[in-house]
């Protein structure tokens, strides 16, 4: 589940994701996938016209998680008493913020898939 950190733990957090490159969102997005427990991850690119495409296998996200994701200081790394447990999360948050990102997951438990767009400041979440 992602979820919002704390307003006191914000406040000392600076992220350490710097997207630089299209190897550098290859390398965020393949992270992402891996820890999502995919057995199977397969990345496209079209460098004509700086797409890049990560599809994966793993476990999904609820439709409450998608609509925390990509939001600054939004991570999976919480406890359930809402200790802080390591930084992530934050990487499509900067890649949004100089590309247009399409998030397109089904939970594993849920019959829907869901989408969710982010392009800089505004975004949405669609089924």
Known sequence: ?????????????RSSVVVT????IVFQLV?????????????SLRLSTWQVVC????????????EQIG???ATSKLSSEGAFA?????????????????????FSRSPVCYERSLHGEGDRVTA
């Not at 490159?21 to 550098?24: A, D, E, G, M």
């Open 86 to 106: 390591g930084h992530q999360g934050e990487a499509l948050c900067s890649i949004a913020e100089c590309a247009s990102v399409r998030i397109i997951s089904k």
């Open 55 to 66: 599809e994966d296998d793993g476990h999904g996200l609820a439709k409450e998680s998608l």
């Open 71 to 73: 939001q600054r200081y």
């Open 1 to 13: 589940m992602i979820r919002k950190i704390s307003e006191k733990h914000s406040e000392t957090l």
């Open 21 to 24: 490159s299209v190897p550098n």
């Open 31 to 43: 992270e992402n996938a891996a820890q999502a427990k995919s057995t199977l991850i397969q990345v």
